[in-house]
């Protein structure tokens, strides 16, 4: 099991892959300034010390998500928090994971 297993769900680029294929909306649990440093694309920011107050409206997306920070410990969280909620998320680890896996 790796280390991202561990913080709420496999990195593996084939899911990642999968679940832009369907129609998944990628959301950024870094903080606002960490974001505008740098993210995805039409990525969402929501920082996860804000994600728990947030999920009637990530439901509201319909659609599955893709959890990203830096190093991919608070988007495990956050994968984790979102599974617990009947969202169906993965955890895409660092941003930069989601962004090669766009290509």
Request: glycine residues 12%; neutral net charge.
């Amino acid at each position: 099991m790796g280390l991202f297993n561990l913080f709420g769900g496999s990195t593996s680029t084939v899911s990642i892959e999968e679940y832009l294929e369907n129609g998944a909306v990628v959301i950024d649990v870094r903080t606002e300034q960490e974001f505008a440093e740098g993210h995805v694309q039409g990525s969402k920011n929501i920082p996860l010390n804000t994600i728990s107050f947030q999920i009637d409206d990530i439901k509201k997306i319909g659609k599955p998500i893709i959890t990203c920070c830096r190093s991919g410990a608070r988007s495990g969280s956050a994968a984790s928090i979102l599974k617990q909620n009947g969202i169906d998320a993965i955890n895409g680890g660092p941003w930069g994971n989601v962004v090669n896996s766009m290509k």
